[in-house]
């Protein structure tokens, strides 16, 4: 047995010479500490409050022609959750139609209740007007992460200077009907981007409900605009489902409307026909009467399986409309998701952390370069 005395670094850390440490050097740490509980309390005083409102709902999915080619998909490994098997929508693509510019723009430009306008307005109105403006702490302290550590980014700003609007071309060989693209300004791309973090959807495939969550500044208008989010993906998805057979609808509508039309007059020929040949009938007349009664007839009967075909294209609109069971409704949050007794808990910790560190920092940095300059020494020695 080697009974040799054990170097400091053998013995491990002295417990007692870290407390010791710290306590003579405990001015730094309270000056450390005193400084982030100011900074946490700038912090606290100008954080915007955020609520946080969610729903689940449950789609009901006409699956049952492919149920049994999904059980058997399923035993193989495979999920067919994910491919569209006809008219239906699969519900993994609902997060995509949440995220969509369009979909963003819409929540945009409705309408809210804020607690500081008298009238409902809508979040770039809101966001432009006075209403949004921070206070005064706000603004300062604002202004100190945009001239300290936003600052590479005012000065490229500066340099390449303010973009023009972009504006469509119109007038002549432009139609009405073409397909034109989405214009987005600076100004709505801001709102746009925080739509994206604020209004999220969560597909669970497994169980097969779908969580939208929504996130705001005031309680009554995230409120609103989750029940408009809720309603705008409804009617997406609506509009998505029935799109077949509404356009089968209103082709069978205006064609049984031409018919409707057709079969009328050839019913007042018909009558005003056989009013003149009552009392006199000849060759001529009666030709006539028995050519339009035989238009009337075919139109009659077309007439007739038309008006079953539209009842029948009506019944297939109802049947391929999506219907939504709601499990979790939505309500007026009562409380902030965000607290400002704990940002100014972690600030505080993190002074504490910050300040112990600088004070073992200046004992224990100087052994680690010097071991870390003998290690190189040896490596180069050898």
Request: one cysteine or more; charged letters at 25%.
């Amino acid at each position: 047995m080697n009974n040799a005395p054990l170097t400091d670094e053998e013995e491990g850390i002295d417990i007692m010479a870290l407390v010791k440490q710290l306590w003579d050097g405990r001015k730094t740490v309270i000056i450390w500490t005193c400084a982030f509980i100011v900074l946490g309390l700038i912090a606290a005083l100008t954080m915007k409050r955020t609520y946080d409102v969610s729903t689940v709902m449950v789609p009901q999915l006409n699956s049952k022609s492919n149920s049994s080619l999904s059980s058997l998909a399923s035993l193989a490994g495979f999920d067919l959750g994910t491919v569209n098997t006809g008219t239906e929508l699969s519900p993994l693509i609902y997060p995509q139609i949440v995220s969509s510019v369009t979909f963003r723009k819409e929540l945009m430009y409705t309408p809210l209740h804020y607690e500081k306008c008298d009238t409902a307005i809508n979040m770039f109105d809101y966001a432009q007007s006075d209403y949004a403006k921070p206070s005064v702490v706000g603004a300062i302290f604002e202004g100190m992460i945009k001239y300290t550590i936003g600052l590479p980014g005012v000065i490229l700003k500066a340099i390449k200077g303010e973009k023009e609007p972009i504006v469509l071309p119109e007038g002549e060989g432009v139609a009405d009907n073409t397909p034109k693209p989405v214009v987005v300004s600076e100004d709505e791309e801001k709102i746009l981007k925080a739509l994206a973090e604020n209004v999220t959807l969560a597909v669970d495939k497994k169980e097969g409900y779908i969580t939208l969550n929504v996130t705001g500044s005031e309680p009554i208008q995230t409120a609103e605009l989750a029940i408009k989010a809720q309603q705008l993906l409804q009617e997406e998805l609506t509009r998505f489902r029935i799109e077949k057979s509404e356009s089968e609808l209103e082709y069978i509508q205006a064609r049984y409307n031409e018919i409707k039309a057709e079969t009328e007059s050839y019913q007042e020929q018909l009558a005003r026909v056989t009013d003149r040949t009552q009392s006199i009938s000849n060759t001529r007349d009666r030709i006539e009467r028995d050519r339009i009664q035989t238009k009337y007839s075919i139109s009659s009967s077309i007439y007739s399986e038309l008006a079953k075909q539209l009842e029948q294209a009506k019944m297939q609109v109802k049947k391929d409309t999506p219907v939504f069971t709601v499990i979790q409704p939505i309500t007026v949050p009562n409380q902030a998701s965000n607290s400002r007794a704990k940002t100014l808990i972690i600030w505080t910790f993190l002074g504490v952390v910050l300040g112990c560190g600088v004070v073992l920092g200046k004992e224990y940095l100087p052994k680690l370069l010097a071991q870390f300059k003998d290690e190189e020494e040896e490596k180069i020695e050898n």
